[in-house]
C-alpha cells in the first residue's frame, strides 16, 4: 500500500515556541491531505484539511493562527504549532488519499510535547 | 464531532476466541472503515464497506453493516496476541468538490491473552 511519512517521530519543545510537523506522501501524489490530533486513550479529532495550492479548511474549534498548515507540494504538508503550550502536547497524525479511492494512509504520527 | 461509537469500550478475551465489536453512527455515510492502532503508533486501514453493501471479508476479518440501525460490526476470527490494539470504526462522507471526511469513533482497547 501507499506510504504517509511523518517527521520528526516525536519532539519536546519549551512552552512558547514553534514546532513544524511534516506528512509527506512518498510514492504518489496527494493534493489533500488530513491532519487529525490524539489525546492519550481518545479518538483522533480531524483539525483541518490541507489544500494543495489552496488555503487549509479547518474544523469548528480549531485556531487557524495557531495551528498553520502549509501546502507546499503534491508531496508534502506541513502543520506548525506556534507559540505552543502544554495543553497542545498530543499526538497528531496526518493521512492521505491515495488517488480517487476510498482508503486514506496515515502518517506514523508525531508525540508533540510542551513544557 | 465524533460520529462512531465502539462498543464494548474494552474487550479482553483468550487468544483462539472470537472478538466482536460494534460501531454506531447518527448520520448517513458513504463508507464506513474500520482502523487498528497499536499503542503510540499510527493507524493501520484493516477494512472499508461501502453504505451500499451488507458484508465484507478479509482474511480473519469480518465486517456487517446495516444502514438501516446505523450499525457496523467488526469480527476478528481466531484472535492471536499481536491482536492485541485499538481499534477504530470510522465514517466518511462526501462533501461538496469530491472533499470527504473521516470521523472516527472512540476506539476500542482489545487485550488478546495468550
Known amino acids: 500500500g501507499a506510504v504517509v511519512s511523518q517527521h520528526p517521530s516525536w519532539v519536546i519543545c519549551k512552552s512558547g515556541t514553534s514546532v513544524k510537523i511534516e506528512c509527506r506522501s512518498l510514492d504518489f501524489q496527494a493534493t489533500t491531505m488530513f491532519w487529525y490530533r490524539q489525546f492519550p486513550k481518545q479518538s483522533l479529532m480531524l483539525m483541518a484539511t490541507s489544500n494543495e495550492g489552496s488555503k487549509a479548511t479547518y474544523e469548528q474549534g480549531v485556531e487557524k493562527d495557531k495551528f498553520l498548515i502549509n501546502h507546499a507540494s503534491l508531496t508534502l504538508s506541513t502543520l506548525t504549532v506556534t507559540s505552543a503550550h502544554p495543553e497542545d502536547s498530543s499526538f497528531y497524525i496526518c493521512?492521505?488519499?491515495?488517488?480517487?479511492?476510498?482508503?486514506?494512509?496515515f502518517g506514523p504520527g508525531t508525540r508533540l510535547t510542551v513544557l | 464531532s465524533q460520529q462512531g461509537e465502539e462498543d464494548p469500550q474494552a474487550l479482553s478475551i483468550q487468544e483462539g476466541e472470537n472478538a466482536t465489536m460494534n460501531c454506531s453512527y447518527k448520520?448517513?455515510?458513504?463508507?464506513l472503515q474500520w482502523y487498528r492502532q497499536n499503542s503510540g503508533r499510527g493507524l493501520v486501514h484493516l477494512i472499508l464497506?461501502?453504505?451500499?453493501?451488507r458484508e465484507k471479508h478479509s482474511g480473519r476479518l469480518r465486517v456487517t453493516l446495516d444502514t438501516s440501525k446505523k450499525s457496523s460490526s467488526l469480527l476478528i476470527t481466531a484472535s492471536r496476541a499481536a491482536d492485541t490494539a485499538s481499534y477504530f470504526c470510522?465514517?466518511?462522507?462526501?462533501?461538496?468538490?469530491?472533499?470527504?471526511?473521516?470521523?472516527f469513533g472512540k476506539g476500542i482497547t482489545l487485550s488478546v491473552r495468550p
Open positions: 464497506i461501502r453504505s451500499n453493501e
Open positions: 470510522a465514517t466518511e462522507r462526501y462533501y461538496t468538490g469530491a472533499n470527504s471526511k473521516l470521523t
Open positions: 493521512s492521505a488519499p491515495q488517488g480517487s479511492g476510498d482508503t486514506q494512509y
Open positions: 448520520t448517513s455515510i458513504n463508507n
